[in-house]
């Protein structure tokens, strides 16, 4: 199955709902809390997903401060 976010208009709901009683065998529908809750979830939790895959690690507080001392010592030396 494939999910699909669908916008009408109000007054084309009637039409809607006889389309979904010739197909009710092949459509589910439901509400979905995550987008009453908000409605860019999915968006979201995509790119929660893609900072999460990307190569930037979280760094532990000494790693930070290692790489903040480096950069320091390296550009007073200049």
């Known amino acids: 199955m ?5 916008q009408f208009k109000d007054d084309f709901m ?7 009683e010739t197909a009710k065998d092949n459509i589910v529908i439901k509400k979905d809390k995550n987008l009453e809750l908000d ?3 999915y968006e979201r ?5 893609k900072i999460l895959n990307d190569d930037n690690q979280m760094r532990t507080h000494d790693e930070l401060w290692a790489k903040v001392h480096k950069h320091l010592e390296k550009t007073h030396s200049q």
């Open 39 to 41: 409605p860019y979830f």
């Open 45 to 49: 939790q995509k790119d929660l997903q």
């Open 2 to 6: 494939q999910t699909l976010t669908i």
């Open 14 to 20: 009637s039409e809607v709902i006889k389309f979904i």
